[in-house]
């Protein structure tokens, strides 16, 4: 199987980023709700959207989005949505280095979470 590369992959990316901005703000501005909560909700929500949209190229062996976006959005906080994107679309499982970004996003953000919500 092999994967194709196309200029839409970057405005879904461009998109999947302006809608983790837009769900951080819009929670920062209408809810009252912690920072790094509405950050953590806003890239999540993007990343896995951008799971289900990879996912529905990889079936049709259409374009895809690039693995690093996909890293990189789990790792600035998105990793509660890649985690569910993995399991709910059955995407990325039989990649190790996706369990392991994963994991790694979770840990720190568990520290970030632990530092900016939960510390006295």
């Known amino acids: 199987m092999s994967k194709q590369s196309n200029p839409r992959n970057q405005v879904y990316t461009i998109g ?5 901005a837009g769900i951080f703000l819009a929670l920062m501005l209408l809810v009252e709700i912690n920072w790094y909560v509405a950050w953590l909700a806003g890239w999540s929500a993007a990343l896995f959207v951008l799971y289900g949209i990879d996912k529905a190229q990889a079936k049709l062996n259409g374009w895809r ?3 690093v976006v996909l890293h990189g959005l789990a790792l600035i906080g998105g990793f509660i ?5 993995m399991f709910i679309f ?7 280095v996706f369990k392991l970004v994963l994991a790694l996003a979770t840990v720190i953000g568990a520290v970030l979470f632990y530092y900016f919500v939960l510390r006295p």
């Open 16 to 20: 999947a980023i302006v809608l983790g």
């Open 81 to 85: 949505g890649g985690w569910l994107g």
């Open 65 to 67: 989005v690039p693995e």
């Open 90 to 96: 059955r995407h990325k499982t039989q990649k190790p």
